[in-house]
């Protein structure tokens, strides 16, 4: 029923930036939770940010300071600007949603995911 699409993932340069965007559509009544996480070759997927009720965030040790996190809860789309881009970022990121259905129906839902590459 609820839909996570991703885009903006890409090849850059060590240093470079990227934005993600995923936006969520379908039967949605509120997102409570948004996130993006990542996942590398022969690594278990790791949490790299989230942001729930609006503007409470949450950020892996390795990306803080250089990956911000944000909003449009009008179009229930979250984005992650990612600057001082490390080859140890580079990996598959999945959008992620908390996303209330029904009245009392909160599933969590996954994007196909994004490749994001860093060439040193």
């Known amino acids: 029923q609820v839909r996570l699409v991703e885009s903006g993932g890409g090849s850059v340069q060590a240093g470079g930036s990227l934005r993600l965007s995923c936006a969520a559509s379908g039967s949605i009544l509120n997102v409570d939770a948004m996130g993006w996480h990542r996942q590398a070759p022969g690594k278990q997927r790791e949490l790299v940010a989230a942001?729930?009720?609006?503007?409470?965030?949450t950020y892996a040790d390795s990306v803080k300071g250089r990956f911000t996190i944000s909003t449009d809860s009008l179009e229930n789309t979250v984005y992650l600007q990612m600057n001082n881009l490390e080859p140890e970022d580079a990996a598959i990121y999945f959008c992620y949603a908390y996303v209330q259905a029904t009245s009392f129906n909160w599933n969590d839902y996954w994007g196909q995911g994004t490749q994001v590459t860093v060439s040193s």
């Open positions: 942001i729930r009720d609006g503007d409470i965030t």
